[in-house]
């Protein structure tokens, strides 16, 4: 492993004060962040607009980590699923998913995850590190090739509901995110771009302020503190009422609507009460609820709920005129579907 910077971790500024220190035209900058980010080169020597002397300059000075499809898993449902090697040989998985309407691309923000929520499996990897901005970038840029493909379509959605918790690897979450929409990245709308965080209310309020325009969802799963706890212990360090205060301030400061994760689990949060604690939160945010079949993933204390279960909710929040969905698991048959990236490849479960 070489020990060098990706010149993607320079922005424009930084950039053009390292050309003038080499003696290098500052017009040069554009032409190589252009090359580096929109065509996504994977050597310096593929520049070819660009003169060998500054070929050589950055090539001894910096390297292009890009990442590597190790295996890539095909669901009979459409969805496809990547193992995904980095520079430092950590794995990561991104997933494809084609619909009629869309295709939506589910990229991970961390190798692994620091949190514990008991239906994921990728809780079971702890965290290993952030990625860098460009190597959450890189995976969007992959899948994008990979749709246009094999669904001779582009990636219209992206969410955030791969590996990690993308709030706790904020600052290159952000970086990726502004990239991703820029003209000189991959243009994609802000519209379509949705951060699924498990609920950490510091920093929603912090990102409330990055003038992002994209939507926030929230894996909810409990309206009530001590059941929430249950199913996400490390929500113990974060009550409820901070939740939601959160995500009020992001309202407030976005305008956006808040859209809530909700798995129902059988016996333990399937009940009434629980269903009136959620529609009380829902009536104090405009939010919508989309609730998301269970795949278990090895704790056997929890089971996908009774149908009559779904049912129940969904008419509860449907006569309090609260918009809810229910969606469907996609890619369940290549451990793809929500919940299930572990990397199985490698650690064999
Ligand atoms: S659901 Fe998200 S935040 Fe929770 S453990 Fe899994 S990856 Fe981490």
Redesign the pocket.
Known sequence: MENKDDIRLLNSEKLEEFFINKNQKKYRVNQVLDWVWNKSISSFSQMSNISDDLKNILDKEFVLNKPIEIKSYKSSDGTIKYSIQLYDKNLIEAVLIPSKKRITACISS?V??????K?????RLYRKRNLFCYEIFDQLFFLNEQSKFYFKRKISNLVF?????PL?NYKNVVKAINKIKSKSGLNFSAKKITI???GIPKIIKHIAHEDLKCNLAV?LHSAIQKTREII?P?SRKFPIEDLIDSLKYWNRVTKKKILYEYIIFDGINDNVEHIKALVKICKTIPCKVNFIEYNPTGDLRFRRCKVEKLELYQKYLTNEGIVNTYRVSRGRDINAA??Q?INLNKVGY
């Open positions: 961390q692994g995850c620091s949190l514990d929520c239906f994921c499996a990728t809780s509901m791969g590996m990690g918790e706790l699924s965080t498990s894996s996400m490390f929500c919940g990236l």
